[in-house]
């Protein structure tokens, strides 16, 4: 088991930056990867971006490509969400996950929400 604790969200203008952190415990060792996704209201969750737990490979939505940076410190078990440049569009619950060896994403946190105000 994987326990999953983000943290970060706010509301920021169109524009600014923010930061989460996804906080991870348990059975870490046994993660593939972890990534990031987002609901928005009335919409279904999309993937936002990943990290292999291992190596620094990230993947990124093009939606978010070259505004969004993720990044890990191994050490705190600890992944990163840098998020620059945000849009209105960007408003949404944003949650962390863990993807088990065969690469599905099946630990999850509790989300934290987003809101760039225009």
């Known amino acids: 088991q994987v326990h999953l604790v983000e943290s970060g969200g706010g509301l920021v203008q169109a524009g600014g930056s923010l930061r989460l952190s996804c906080a991870a415990s348990?059975?870490?060792?046994?993660?593939?990867?972890m990534g990031w996704f987002r609901q928005a209201p009335g919409k279904e969750r999309e993937f936002v971006g990943d990290?292999?737990?291992?190596?620094?490979?990230?993947y990124y939505a093009d939606s978010v490509k070259g505004r969004f940076t993720i990044s890990r410190d191994n050490v705190k078990n600890t992944v990163y969400l840098q998020m620059n440049s945000l849009k209105p569009e960007d408003t949404a619950v944003y949650y962390c996950?863990?993807?088990?060896?065969?690469?599905?994403?099946?630990?999850w946190g509790q989300g934290t929400q987003v809101t760039v105000s225009s």
């Open positions: 996950a863990a993807a088990r060896a065969d690469g599905k994403y099946d630990y």
């Open positions: 348990g059975r870490t060792f046994t993660t593939s990867a």
């Open positions: 990290i292999r737990w291992r190596g620094d490979t990230t």
